[in-house]
């Protein structure tokens, strides 16, 4: 863009920008949370590359494993990655590693609260959160 800048022009270029990111962030949250919108999904659609690293995020912190206490630098040594590559690729799919957590943490709540014999303080404290009532 030349200056000086065009407002309407600018305008648009962040509201594009912005959309982008909201569009990259729903789709991470979608593979990590686990739900698939059918009425947007095709039934030939292959997994997109760029999702190769999300699953391998998946598969070094399992469901039944304790999130709570990991930070970047245990993701790293996981992933066999260096702790900014980490990051330069969360940042790729929109999500940051809080935000990781924060989903998983809710995926698993999922998972415990579709057995009605659960109660919530039991599933918040397995899913990780510090009380039944931040979870709530």
């Known amino acids: 863009m030349k200056k000086p800048f065009d407002n309407q022009e600018l305008f648009l270029r962040v509201q594009g920008l912005i959309a982008n990111r909201e569009r990259v962030f729903e789709r991470a949250k979608q593979l990590v949370i686990g739900i698939e919108d059918d009425?947007?999904?095709?039934?030939?659609?292959?997994?997109?590359?760029?999702?190769?690293?999300?699953?391998?995020?998946h598969a070094a912190f399992p469901l039944d494993s304790d999130l709570s206490t990991a930070n970047l630098d245990d993701v790293a040594v996981k992933l066999?990655?260096?702790?900014?590559?980490?990051?330069?690729?969360?940042?790729?799919?929109?999500?940051?590693?809080?935000?990781?957590?924060?989903?998983?943490k809710l995926r698993i709540a999922m998972v415990l609260l579709r057995d009605p014999k659960n109660r919530v303080a039991m599933v918040a404290e397995q899913a990780g959160y510090r009380s039944a009532a931040h979870f709530s």
């Open 39 to 57: 009425s947007k999904k095709e039934r030939t659609q292959s997994p997109a590359p760029e999702d190769d690293f999300l699953q391998k995020l």
């Open 80 to 104: 066999a990655m260096s702790k900014r590559s980490v990051q330069r690729k969360m940042q790729l799919h929109g999500i940051s590693w809080r935000e990781y957590k924060q989903l998983r």
